[in-house]
């Protein structure tokens, strides 16, 4: 006899016995898994589809302005320890300022060839205004307002609001639809 | 004694059973309904579901630990 089989001495005719309420009640389990799940992403979602907790309201110093070169990024923490940002300068000069939080599943994107690249799911955003133009998210990026002072130094102020205007993205998609809403 | 008869029996555990099955079908189709809508950003739906999918996950347990003469077999 197998050790296995002294170890668990299972009757044969008894294996493969399953009853009625045995199956239902591994249904009903199955069905408390798919309820979790939706719990889980319910919960964990939540955090973000409000502003950013006002731990830290006032101004963030992020150094000098100078010392970003265009096409550096630097990231920075501006509500809280949670509330990450990125700092970047645009092949323009211009400096911009954005949550890392992608706005399809919140992974953290990164600057990377002129643009904001989302890892998770290829989201892609542009530089100017946040704007996705590839890949699943279909909001642009919370943008942090800037301020360079009188001494050069740069500090995160605020938030701005959401960007208006057509994305990018729809003007690729259908140029006369993103016309027609410019011109409304 | 009254007791339900044999065939009545079985047809209550059918039921019972079809609709724990039930229940689970409409638990997958409503989770990847609602995943799917998740991925495209339309987070607002995920309170409803949950609490849909709550009560369906609380109908399937009170079939499973509660319905009467859900086991099959000979009664001794």
């Known amino acids: 006899m197998a050790f296995w089989r002294r170890s668990f001495p299972v009757d044969l005719a008894e294996e493969g016995r399953f009853s009625r309420r045995e199956f239902a009640r591994f249904l009903a389990l199955v069905s408390a898994g798919f309820t979790a799940g939706l719990g889980w992403l319910w919960w964990r979602k939540k955090p973000l589809d409000g502003p950013a907790p006002a731990t830290g309201s006032g101004p963030v110093p992020l150094g000098l302005a100078a010392d970003l070169k265009p096409g550096q990024s630097r990231l920075f923490t501006f509500r809280g320890p949670q509330d990450r940002c990125i700092l970047l300068r645009t092949p323009l000069g211009e400096l911009r300022a954005y949550r890392q939080a992608c706005t399809h599943l919140g992974c953290a994107v990164r600057f990377r060839n002129d643009e904001l690249v989302c890892p998770c799911h290829e989201g892609v955003f542009e530089i100017e205004h946040g704007f996705p133009i590839q890949g699943p998210p279909t909001r642009p990026l919370s943008r942090v307002a800037l301020e360079v002072r009188a001494d050069g130094t740069l500090w995160a102020v605020g938030d701005l609001p959401a960007p208006a205007g057509p994305s990018p993205r729809a003007s690729l998609a259908c140029p006369l639809q993103a016309r027609r809403e410019e011109v409304a | ?76």
């Open chain 2, 1 to 76: 004694m009254n007791r339900p008869s044999n065939a009545r029996r079985a047809l209550f555990s059918d039921a019972a059973l079809v609709l724990a099955l039930l229940i689970l079908g409409i638990q997958v189709y409503l989770f990847e309904t609602v995943l799917q809508a998740v991925l495209e950003g339309q987070r607002g739906l995920l309170p409803g579901a949950f609490i849909a999918s709550l009560a369906l996950t609380l109908v399937a347990l009170a079939v499973a630990f509660k319905a009467p003469h859900l086991d099959d077999g000979p009664r001794h």
